[in-house]
């Protein structure tokens, strides 16, 4: 199964900022009990590389990323780590190309048709969205989808449990990033509980949107 594949499987991708090492092993136990094994760490914070390594050592079915990945330094952080895919913020040809040299999935951010179209030209088949909310939406990604069939989108930024149904509807869509079920403030006071919780909501409603287009 592709790196695509398991994250159109997943529909949906924590979106996760960690300060503390510490935090990645309760996280990624709240993350699978909740039936989400799934993680896109963020390089905005010192403690991403370990998280990642954390995360892979003790839940090792766990499918794990690098998300704000701004350098090919980080990319290399990243890969050693364990990280199964890259994301970026924007689309850089360098670190896209790197990404491709270094055969590791890679998902820029894209909300121009020029940005697209530059993706398109390397092969690549899904990108983020970001920020989805504030760059025009579902809309926007619809009107951009039209002429680059195939193209996927992972939109990110502003994603809830109010309007990711919306955008997990759509065809065009692989799957979104959200933070809401692994906000900063819960990890660091320790709620993995509601965590857990929310991250169990988060796939219910997945299955019942994805199962009933299936049908």
Do not use: H
Not at 34 to 63: D, H, N, Q, W
């Amino acid at each position: 199964m592709t790196a695509a594949e398991k994250i159109k499987e997943m529909g949906i991708v924590p979106v996760v900022v960690l300060e503390d090492a510490m935090d990645a092993k309760p996280l990624a136990k709240a993350l699978c009990e909740g039936g989400l094994p799934c993680a896109e760490v963020t390089f905005r914070t010192a403690a991403a590389k370990e998280s990642i390594r954390i995360m892979l050592e003790e839940y090792p079915e766990m499918f794990v990323g690098a998300g704000t990945v701004l350098m090919t330094r980080q990319v290399d952080e990243a890969i050693e780590a364990g990280a199964k895919f890259i994301v970026s913020p924007g689309l850089d040809p360098e670190i896209v190309d790197y990404c491709i040299e270094k055969q590791i999935p890679v998902f820029p951010g894209c909300v121009t048709a020029s940005e697209l179209a530059q993706a398109v030209k390397r092969g690549l088949e899904v990108v983020k969205f970001f920020p989805a909310e504030t760059s025009g939406g579902l809309a926007a990604i619809k009107a951009l989808a039209a002429p680059y069939v195939g193209m996927k989108f992972m939109p990110t930024g502003g994603i809830n449990l109010k309007n990711v149904r919306s955008y997990l509807e759509s065809d065009v869509i692989l799957a979104c990033g959200g933070s809401w079920m692994v906000k900063k403030d819960l990890i660091q006071s320790g709620q993995f509980d509601a965590i857990r919780q929310m991250t169990a909501d988060a796939v219910a409603l997945v299955r019942e949107v994805r199962g009933s287009q299936e049908k």
